[in-house]
């Protein structure tokens, strides 16, 4: 027979790996918008404008309808990216801490029924122990499975979005091919310059109309932000004599960012430097 805890580490570890997974096919996605983008760039940048003037504006046109859908597409990676928090198991000292706080509870309530004639039922430290890592096993597994659940969707639709764009892409890299605008191929240089070559002289004509630039400088000013004052908080426990001795509070889940943020300094580490 399965252990049940045994069956929900398994799922739990799932889930943890199906993150990394998720964010390697983020990164797949991120070298394909950098190949496209290459791509128009060089495409732009040698383009004839002297070519048929059809031809070019059927291919801005198709250029014009790629970016509009890459743009949908990488805004749906940077959704997927970043901005969720996974549900992971709490720290190994907070676990063994709680382990011992119950041991040390099961121990009060046979001290307290000795000494005020009580007959309370002592509660099973192990048994407790065990229900709150299922309990914490299962939290963490449906929250993060929503999670890559909702991711995986989002970079579905991000593919799909790829697919629609390279829809127009093959269509503007058809024009560029088919009526050569491509200002830097071997046949249109070699006109250029058997023609008295007309494209130095316009170079230097556009030089010649570029005014000087003139170097700006801005001045950069120094912004200081105040420095937030740590309030000292003091936490005064009040020990009461309740009829049975309360039980020791479970220890919280951690929270795993997918954003790229420096972690808060612990205050109450700060509070303790200063003392």
Known sequence: MINKNDM???????ELESRNRIFGRLQLNFAVYASIVALFVYMVRT?????SCVAVTLFFVGLSVSIVLLIWSVYLTIVALAGFEYN????AKDLIDYAADLDSHAEA??????????NIEIPDSEKKFEKYVSKAFSKCIDHNYEINEFRRKVIRKSIWGMVLASIPIVFSSIIFVFYDLDASSPR???????EGMPLVNAIESIHSGIPNLQTVEIDKETINMPNNELGEQESNQKQNIPPPPPEPNE?????STEDFK???PDKAQILNEDK
């Open 251 to 255: 220890p919280e889940l951690q929270s």
């Open 188 to 194: 249109k240089v070699s006109a250029s310059f058997n």
């Open 47 to 51: 383009v004839d404008y002297g070519s």
């Open 262 to 264: 420096e972690p808060l």
């Open 88 to 91: 992971t198991f709490p720290k």
């Open 109 to 118: 309530m046979k001290a307290y029924n000795s000494e005020y004639n009580q």
């Open 8 to 14: 929900l580490s398994q799922l739990y570890f799932n």
